[in-house]
């Protein structure tokens, strides 16, 4: 039975076409590793990783602070009233917050025309002693009424 179907099919098939005609092997395909996807999702992986080291790394931390020209307060209370900001991160501290901080607790001091500058300096040291040894909170000093030197004094103190 299965030799009759065979020379059925045999049959069947038209002679002179098929004998010479070579089977083509269909090679599939390999997928491609690096496609444009999987490319932009490394670069934007990478780039994370790196802003995130950059955060981290204590490299971009406050290790030491210096102050110079200051004679009335001392260091650390200067360092205390900026919150101390030794191991933050410099890329995320905000310094003009604390830079106001600091000025809140300075005085202003207004000399008005500078005629007798080196009277009014005088006198603005005299006050700055008295200030000192009356330990009174200052928030301004107005020298320009000449020899009667206005003197704010914040509430409280």
């Given at each position: 039975m299965k030799d009759?179907?065979?020379?059925?099919?045999?049959?069947?098939?038209?002679e002179g076409k098929n004998k010479n005609r070579r089977r083509r092997?269909?090679?599939?395909?390999?997928?491609?590793?690096?496609?444009?996807?999987f490319?932009?999702?490394l670069i934007v992986l990478s780039l994370l990783i790196f802003?995130?080291?950059?955060?981290?790394?204590?490299?971009?931390?406050v290790s030491q602070i210096?102050?110079?020209?200051?004679?009335?307060?001392?260091?650390?209370?200067i360092i205390s009233s900026i919150q101390n900001p030794i191991g933050k991160n410099i890329l995320t501290y905000n310094v003009k917050k604390n830079e106001k901080k600091l000025?809140?607790?300075?005085?202003?001091?207004?000399?008005?025309?500078?005629?007798?500058?080196?009277?009014?300096?005088r006198l603005l040291e005299s006050i700055l002693k008295d200030v000192e040894s009356k330990d009174l909170d200052v928030s301004?000093?107005?020298?320009?009424?000449?020899?009667?030197?206005?003197?704010?004094?914040?509430?409280?103190?």
């Amino acid at each position: 039975m299965k030799d009759k179907r065979k020379a059925r099919k045999r049959s069947q098939m038209p002679e002179g076409k098929n004998k010479n005609r070579r089977r083509r092997v269909v090679k599939k395909e390999k997928p491609k590793t690096f496609t444009k996807r999987f490319v932009i999702f490394l670069i934007v992986l990478s780039l994370l990783i790196f802003v995130i080291n950059a955060f981290r790394h204590p490299y971009m931390k406050v290790s030491q602070i210096y102050v110079t020209g200051n004679e009335r307060l001392q260091d650390t209370d200067i360092i205390s009233s900026i919150q101390n900001p030794i191991g933050k991160n410099i890329l995320t501290y905000n310094v003009k917050k604390n830079e106001k901080k600091l000025m809140e607790k300075d005085m202003r001091v207004d000399f008005g025309d500078l005629k007798e500058s080196s009277y009014k300096i005088r006198l603005l040291e005299s006050i700055l002693k008295d200030v000192e040894s009356k330990d009174l909170d200052v928030s301004s000093i107005d020298l320009s009424n000449g020899k009667k030197p206005v003197v704010e004094i914040n509430e409280g103190s």
